[in-house]
């Protein structure tokens, strides 16, 4: 196991022959037989140790344990304690998501402060079966039923190559201790219930299943890496990239079937879940939109419109009338003029008497309303924006200038009538939009 190991690792993960990582380890059968392989590979690591504190004495037996292993390694330890119950109740996680969470965060933490190639645990194939059966069972797609990944950025997992078989075998011929975790016989956890009540039944039925399902999975590797080479012609094809947003014209889209597998794969890596309503804003209103947790998705007319979540901060600047110039959020030039020269939707001429001395540049806020120049009514910004066929970016685009709490201008739009100039104005006050 040593020597395929090694020639593995030559082979696949190179990064960690000639750069010191960060081995996780819980002192259990496969992170211990893992870092023994790589402590007489002699290769440069620090042992991560996570205390829980969710077994009581035996969590603290567990820590005492790997303590002793840096030991006996000559590797250096990192130990720390999470209070893993008060978080998962104060983020409404399970306690799995919980510890995986405090977990990962901790050796991200680790990987900057050591300097660390990547972050090596003991996964191997036969963790890679259960994650294949339990996404199966959830009705994943493709790129779920590939399994656990070799690596990506963070996380190297060079174990994948062997069964639990294999590593229990290496743990007895060169007597290796580790701690039995009781609770992994427990099947109220899914994982378990796969492992104790499925897979070792699948395995008495079908001896070879094991290796059968790596040669299958190394199929569906092959089909996925396929697919991506597809993915990047079709995104060059529909995706038409505008400024901060993305258009995908529906015309073009609906040349494709079945069209919920296309949109699968030209958004998948947007975080996308709610596939259905995806195919549905096709065919809906404009204005509909679909989220992710960082992207939306929106229905303008005929066309699709993919773009980040606006974010809610710096959307308000105070600006004295004092200014000459500004360019955030919009560029604005603001001078005192004696008379009205050009007239322009992108220059607002003002009253200076009706205005406070600082101005704000802010979005639409709800219930916001104004006097549109020329006429004797009030209209709400949400009624304008309707009327003039605004788009959802285009709202969320907007900005406005106001004077209080009063709307002055719908900025390169419409002036408000309450604050023009009249026969009585003495100073007037002209800003202009440059664009």
Sequence with gaps: MQTTLKRHLTNRFPELVNQKFLVACSGGLDSVVLVNLLAKLKLDFIIAHCNFQLRGEESDLDEAFVQELGKTSKRKVLVKKFDTEAYASEQKLSIQLAARELRYHWFC?????????????????????????????????????KGIPEKNNLVARPLLVFSREDILSFAEKENVKWREDESNQEVKYLRNKVRHE????????????????????????????????????????????QQNRIKISIKKLKKYKPIKAYLYLLLKDYGFTQWEAIVDLIDAISGKAVYSK???????????????????????????????????????TIQLVDRIESVDKNILYADKETLEEKVVVRKYRKGDYFYPFGMRGKKKISKFFKDQKYSLHEKENQWLLTSGNEIIWVVGKRADDRFKVTPETKNIVKISLNI
């Design 109 to 145: 933490i680790l990987l900057k402060e050591y300097q660390l190639a990547k972050i090596v645990t003991a996964h191997h194939k036969d963790d890679n079966l259960e994650t294949f059966l339990i996404n199966l069972s959830r009705g994943s797609g493709l790129e779920g039923l």
């Design 198 to 241: 499925m897979v070792s039944v699948i395995k008495s039925i079908h001896p070879s299943f094991l290796q059968n399902f790596e040669t299958s999975r190394s199929h569906l590797e092959e089909s996925s890496a396929l697919l991506k080479d597809y993915q990047k012609f079709l995104t060059k094809k529909l995706l038409d990239k």
């Design 294 to 332: 960082t992207y939306r998705l929106s229905k303008d007319r005929k066309a699709l419109f993919l773009e980040p979540i606006p974010s809610m901060e710096n959307n308000e600047w105070c600006i004295p009338l004092s200014e000459k110039e500004i360019s955030l959020p919009v560029p604005l």
